[in-house]
Each structure stands twice: as structure tokens, then as C-alpha cells.
């Protein structure tokens, strides 16, 4: 019986496997204090452009990119932003003689990890796969 049972359990782990996949997916992750408004992808859009500065709450929203050449970045930038990257470095281009920067860029998604736990307001992207139990999930973006 016990056979039976694993070899149960296996044949099911298998079958579920492509519904458990969740490396092609991008997911806005925030610390423990997430803002309490509604995240989409029109909202993400400002605050990564910087035109939407705050919080509902009145806390600064500080956005983190990955580096221009990761994927995930450029999924997320193609996906939130609608735009490529040359496109974007015009963007920041022009916002530079307006005093807008562009957002916080670490090297890694574990980077992203740590600013957005230690920086009050912080909100970063990072695959599906490298989430934590205490990040919390604003908004899960499906890359294709």
C-alpha cells in the first residue's frame, strides 16, 4: 500500500508540475507595510515613470529596477512600462532637466530582497521563484 500511495503522489507532483511553474512570472513585491490602495499595472506604470510619488498614506514610493541588461527588467519594462530601453533612457533623459531620476538600480533580485525590506516605502520586482514569506505580493505580472 505504501508503494501504491508514493507512487500515487508521484504520478500527481508530475502531472501538477506546469500548473506549479512560477519562473516565468514577474512578481511587484513590497515590505511588510504595504500600501493599503489598489496596485495595477497602470499604477505600477507611474511609479516607475515617477508620477506617482507617493503612497495613498503619504509615504514616499521609492521603485528599484534590476540592471538594464536582465531579462526580467526588460520583460517588466516591456510589459508595465510599454516602452524599450533606449526608449526609456530618453525618457530619464529629458525627466533629468525636470530634477526627476531615474529609480534605484541593484544588481540582483536578492538586492531588490533587501531594499525593499529596509527602505520604508520601497517596491521591486523579482521572479516568482526567489519570493520570501514575508514580502508581500502587490501585483503578479504574467511574462510570456
Known sequence: MNA?????????????????????????????????ETIDEKTLER????????WDDGRKVIPVNLPAQNPLRNSFSDRV???????????????????IT????????????????EVDGAVGYISARNLDPDLNVLYTIRIE
Open 4 to 36: 501504491l500511495a508514493s507512487i500515487v503522489v508521484a504520478a500527481l507532483m508530475v502531472l501538477a508540475q506546469p500548473f506549479m511553474k512560477t519562473d516565468d512570472r514577474a512578481i511587484v513585491v513590497i515590505c511588510h507595510e504595504a500600501p493599503k
Open 102 to 117: 531615474p529609480p534605484t538600480t541593484v544588481e540582483s533580485e536578492e538586492a531588490v530582497k533587501v531594499f525593499v525590506r
Open 47 to 54: 511609479i516607475y515613470l515617477k508620477r506617482k510619488m507617493l
Open 81 to 99: 512600462l510599454r516602452r524599450r530601453h533606449v526608449e526609456l533612457v530618453d525618457y530619464w533623459n529629458e525627466q533629468h532637466f525636470r530634477g
